[in-house]
């Protein structure tokens, strides 16, 4: 059997991947070696942000993907409970306050909607702590439930006859120049003129056979989830140090990073988040690590505090060692296109991502960003 493109992954980025990919009128099969999505983008939250990302690269996709986003939810319907709430950052010192001031100017700068209140924010946020002393608005920022983007994206591929092959891991991959030949689990081979590797933390498991490899490892993260009840979270709320907990790229085998991101569920829930550790591939929830991110959510929202938490999990973002998505054809096997890397943004650049791989592939557009997100910056 002979495709354009085989996708290998059904989380958020083998979804936007494949849709993108069929936009442009090729065809595509989807391959997982779960059911639909059983990787990280089941275990995480739905922000899609642009209030804690610098100025510059991540900045400016983040922001073309929120747009993205919005198109996809006016083209296919919003079935995924996209919700442009916005997002709130919080600053409970003078020098946070002034650290969040100039953020704010300078996403300013760049074109983002937000503004910065030292006073008045209880209108935005009414349960926020006695120590706030600014925040920071962003009302484009958004949120998804991810599990029904993959949802919707897979019954609305499926009902326009792309098959998705659950159950099936990748066991071989052959490439070539014209194509790639790939050995299923249950021992079919299909022919695709390319194949995107959606794999997340998984990416080098696929690529060692070929002595390949991409600087993607798993950063482990926890979400607490708490009850339904009476304390009122209207956006997304962070603390200011969020921000640099998910920019920092350093590889510190021993720390668990915590901070403070918040965020109410459609259903009534609320979601306690994050944390960041290297622990390779564990998943098992760490108590003593949600007792200190429930603190700090506690410290910026002090009413959660009596809501009770109802489970905990953990799930691995694939950070990369410049804190940017890597995507692109590999060096050496160009027919092979991997889009992994998105840490703790994947949801947030999903959109984008797919444009671009559909970009590589179907116009030759192999350097998207001028290359700046290319797996051979790190050579
Ligand atoms: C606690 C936490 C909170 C987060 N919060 C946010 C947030 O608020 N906003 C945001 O934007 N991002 C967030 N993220 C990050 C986001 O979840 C990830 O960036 C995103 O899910 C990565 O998606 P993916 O499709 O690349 O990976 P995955 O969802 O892991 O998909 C990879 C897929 O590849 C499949 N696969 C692997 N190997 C094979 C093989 N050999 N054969 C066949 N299939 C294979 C897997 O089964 C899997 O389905 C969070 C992450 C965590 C852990």
Known sequence: MRIDALVVGSGIIGSFVALALHERGLRVMVVDRGGLAPGTSRSSDGNLLCSDKSPGL???????????????????????????????????????????????????????????LDAGWAEIEPHLGPDTVAVGHWPDDAQVQPMLACYQIARQLQAAGVPYRFYQAIEELEPGDTGVTVQLSDGGRISAGHVCLCTGVWTNEVLAPLGLSVPVEPRKGHIAVLE???????????????????????????????????????????????????????????????????ADCVGVVPDLARLRVIRAYAGLRPFSRDGHPIIGPLPGAERLIVATGHEGAGHGLAAITGELVAACVADGDTHPCGGQLHPERFA
């Open 228 to 294: 339904r009840g009476d304390v009122q979270v209207n956006s997304k709320i962070a603390d200011f140090g969020y921000q640099a907990a998910a920019e920092s790229t350093e590889v510190d085998e021993t720390a668990v990073q915590t901070a403070a991101i918040i965020e109410a569920t459609r259903s009534g829930t609320i979601l306690c988040g994050s944390s960041r550790e290297f622990a390779g591939f564990d998943m098992s929830v760490n108590m003593d690590t949600v007792q200190r991110l429930l």
């Open 58 to 116: 991540m900045l400016e996709l983040s922001d073309r993907s929120l747009k993205a986003w919005t198109r996809f939810a006016e083209r296919y319907g919003n079935h995924c409970e996209f919700d442009p709430k916005g997002s709130t950052v919080v600053a409970r010192s003078a020098a946070e306050a002034e650290g969040l001031a100039e953020l704010v100017r300078a996403q300013q700068v760049e074109g983002i909607n937000c503004r910065f």
